[in-house]
């Protein structure tokens, strides 16, 4: 069950599935509350924040002869009135419908609506993104090494992984790339990244250019239980190369579960696209690659 719920599509906060926060929202109009000759009782809607499909909202009276339970969106197999997303592709890998199904690294969604809002939103939040990336990884990333990423991630289509959400993009940019060096990169002060490879840092935090350490994520995981709200976590591993001329053997110096804060990045969507804090530079860089990578057609719902 869906805890929290959206009332567009388009919009990156969510509310609680409570009356009265839904009253206040909805003012009880059309599309969200539908009530009238021929539709028995009133009922209420709203839209999944993970995969953007409308939902309907249950459990929030106490007198609508449901069993007591804990109010929550349940998703519609169909397009609903006034909602302007129904994609079923979205729809299978919304972690509530799998209840904790885990993703296979092949499996892969046509370009439906919601991916490719998915794939927008990279290019166009790309420095947030990072921002993300770094306060969780301790990595500043080069701009250098975002390029890298999001060109990999655009070029392989990686928006299409069923495991790729309209809130995890951050985390998967780093999920989807192949094991990369850190030589040279500076490792944010503060962060227990550093802390623990001080031995192969400067004094200002740069990894030195002799180091062999290397970086991947592994073992992305979402829970979507009953009641609860999905949790989802991915692992950061940094191996040192430098010794071991197998990959497999090189002895691993740091790993660290990431939990995956959605509303962070969620609230800083919501942060005026103007901001004097944005990147620039970044965002110049989604630019050139999303040329140079442009979307495929919406392929149709099935
Ligand atoms: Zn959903």
Partial sequence: MVLTFKLRAEDHAEHRVNLDVFEQLTRNTRPWYVSGSGVGAPRRFGVCPWCDNPVQLVGMLQT??????????????HRQAGFAVFDPHSLRSCPYQRKGRPFRIDERAPASITRLKIRRLAIEQFDRLMLILKQDTGINYSSRLAAALLETWLAAEHWRYAGASLRNIAWMLAYMAPNTPLK????RDGSDLRAALKDHVSTKGQVTVRSGLGVHFQNHKVSGRDGEDAAETLEMVV????????????PVVFSKQLKLEHSRFLRLLDTRSDHPARNQELLAIADQLAARFPPPPLEEDQ
Avoid: I, M, T
């Fill in 64 to 77: 609508d002869g449901e069993r007591k339970q804990a109010a929550h969106g349940r998703h519609l197999n």
């Fill in 184 to 187: 040279g990169q500076y490792l």
């Fill in 239 to 250: 191996s040192d190369f430098s010794a071991a001329s197998h990959s497999p053997d090189a």
